[in-house]
């Protein structure tokens, strides 16, 4: 059944945002990742252009680690309001933390602005598998925080759908 292998958390836990400069700090100790704990909040993230692999229109900022490397890191991803990425599927797990606004997800090969949707306001954590097929869309301007181990990438289910492929 669709969405089942979806591990959801909509627990909102505000407070981690509080506890992330901490976090940071250990991260801090590992080779190649920038150490975070004298730097403030938003306002130190290195925004830039999404890659390719994005649909046009979205920031991206490599927070520690190389996402591209068998490595863990972490980046950030800022949309606009009503960005949207078609269906697609990781080689790794992805675990997204909503920042700020709030990002949409489905399951499925097809997408589909319906109730079936998860609405993921910030604070939210989702995980999905490997290899599982979804989709998403943002709310506002929407603030991602993606974490995990590379090499990490994006497959979208149509080619036609692929950014890369369009001129
Ligand atoms: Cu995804």
């Not at 490397?69 to 980046?75: C, D, G, N």
């Not at 950030?76 to 709030?102: N, Q």
């Not at 490997?130 to 990438?153: D, N, R, V, Y």
Request: hydrophobic share 40%; glycine share 12%.
């Amino acid at each position: 059944m669709r969405g089942t292998r979806f591990l959801f958390v909509a627990t909102l836990f505000a407070l981690t945002a509080c506890r992330g400069i901490s976090v940071a700090r250990q991260a801090g100790g590992e080779a190649g990742t920038p150490a975070l704990g004298a730097t403030g909040p938003q306002q130190s993230i290195p925004w830039g252009p999404a890659p390719a692999v994005f649909p046009p229109g979205a920031q991206f900022a490599v927070l520690a680690g190389d996402p591209t490397k068998a490595e863990p890191f972490t980046v950030r991803l800022r949309f606009p309001d009503g960005y949207k990425i078609p269906p697609h599927t990781h080689p790794k797990v992805e675990r997204l933390t909503v920042i700020s606004g709030t990002i949409h997800v489905g399951m499925g090969e097809k997408f589909e602005v319906d109730g079936k949707a998860h609405a993921l306001p910030a604070g939210s954590l989702a995980t999905m598998p490997a290899g599982m097929k979804h989709f998403a869309w943002a709310k506002g301007e929407t603030i991602l925080q993606l974490h995990g181990t590379g090499p990490w990438s994006i497959q979208y289910l149509n080619p036609d759908d692929d950014p890369r492929n369009k001129k």
